[in-house]
């Protein structure tokens, strides 16, 4: 919307998670999980 495009371009989450070694070993993604915990809340408005 700004004329740049995103392709190579670092972002950063509006949520910040830290993904532990331990759950990536699972196969656990705990910044996803909390992006939908978000937008589930959302829902709930």
């Given at each position: 919307?700004?004329?740049r495009y995103l392709e190579n371009q670092q972002l950063e989450?509006?949520?910040?998670?830290?993904?532990d070694p331990a759950s990536l070993l699972k196969g656990e993604d705990k910044q996803l999980e909390k992006a939908v915990e978000y937008?589930?809340?959302q829902l709930a408005r």
């Open positions: 919307m700004q004329g989450p509006d949520i910040e998670v830290y993904n937008l589930l809340g």
